[in-house]
């Protein structure tokens, strides 16, 4: 689904008049039709206090009377805005701590516009207003109980859909990763963060994992029976690696399968490996052992990076979206993604770099010497007969500079 720019409500927050003026031109060429304009932070909360909560704000940082960072504050306590959009020239490390602080505040960030403005960047963070994480907010107030989800579960409503994941060198496909989706009879597509907590805390977790994984591996074996060695990674919900059975039961279906235990990588949220470690750390050592793949998802966004792969003999690091992103103008993204890059090789493990969209952040990967990359550059996740059309399109569309050497 793409976004109707004029279904949008939109406000600019710019003290620079020329700057302000700019940014009304460039909306409303975009299309835009319901636009608000504010002259600083407390112009806006005037304007704001008596209207309905609106779309997207872009948002100048330094201002007079109320400065750009207390006016997101703000915002984000009035719950004024649903979504953020830094504009300024300042430092890219403060316009990055600027959003962290959006986010934790529970607004949703768009990403940063340079200035002077680009009309074309504008359009670019406008139309991610339209991604699933948006499209899923209708069902966030939604509560789920055990007896909703057992029966979805008798149901087979869980279902599969996956993001492909590609050789940065090459633009090869080599893997996918399989993402969880519940097309609800009623309510349509809910995102895993509406049900996983509470099948967590139900047990039904393992239920799922083993219905999802034995998804992934009846597509893995189709895949195989069409020449195509096509790696899956499938999610491990911190309380499955708890069940220290779990190693041999999977070691059961790939045999009964033929399939190589290493084409199934399981991915571990780095921040979740902390808790029943005992247990954990002994299902993860004899999964390694009978030739599963191990990846730690969202590296560094946790407490313990470093002890975790001290611990744990992973085979793949994933870089997190959130130093992925922008890391092509900020010199502090890319000598993270530098450095996760060089640890993880130094270590004989792959890297992939998450969140990848745009074609400025695959160069630098490129040239930072990534293995892998997934994002909504290469392509979203997707039903798996869907797959072999995007692959032909994007094996057309891929446009390779040299890799560096």
Known sequence: MTVNLADLSIMVVEDHEFQRVVAEQALKGLGVENLWLAINGNDALRQLESSQPIDIVICDLDMPEMDGIQFIRHLANEGYAQAVIVASALEPSLIRTVEDMAQEHGLRVLGALPKPLSRDRIREL???????????????????????????????????????????????????????????????????????????????????????????????????????????????????????????????????????????????????????????????????????????????????????????????????????QSANTDKTRKAIIEANINLAHTLGMETVAEGVETLEEWHLLNQLHCDMAQGFLIGKAMAAEDLPEWEQQWTEKLPLPPASD
């Not at 571990?268 to 029943?276: P, V």
């Open 126 to 324: 406008l139309m991610l207003y339209s991604t699933p994480d948006n499209l899923e907010h209708t069902v966030s107030s939604l509560h789920f109980t055990e007896k909703d989800l057992q029966k979805a579960l008798d149901d087979d409503q869980f279902i599969l859909h996956y993001q492909p994941k590609v050789l940065v060198r090459s633009g090869r496909l080599v893997a996918v990763e399989a993402l969880c989706r519940w097309p609800h009879p009623d309510i349509g597509m809910v995102s895993p963060a509406h049900f996983i907590p509470l099948m967590e805390s139900t047990g039904l977790i393992h239920e799922l994992t083993h219905r999802l994984i034995d998804q992934s591996l009846n597509q893995l074996r189709n895949n195989l029976d069409n020449s195509k060695a096509i790696a899956i990674g499938v999610n491990l919900s911190p309380v499955v690696l708890t069940d220290t059975q779990l190693p041999d039961e999977l070691y059961k279906k790939t045999r009964a399968l033929n399939i190589e235990p290493e084409l199934l990588t399981l991915e571990i949220t780095e921040s979740t490996l902390i808790e029943n470690a005992a247990r954990a750390l002994e299902t993860l050592a004899r999964l390694k052992m009978k030739g599963f793949s191990l990846s730690i998802d969202d590296f560094g966004t946790g407490y313990s990076s470093m002890q975790q792969l001290n611990r744990i003999p992973f085979s793949e690091l994933k870089i997190d979206r959130s130093f992925v």
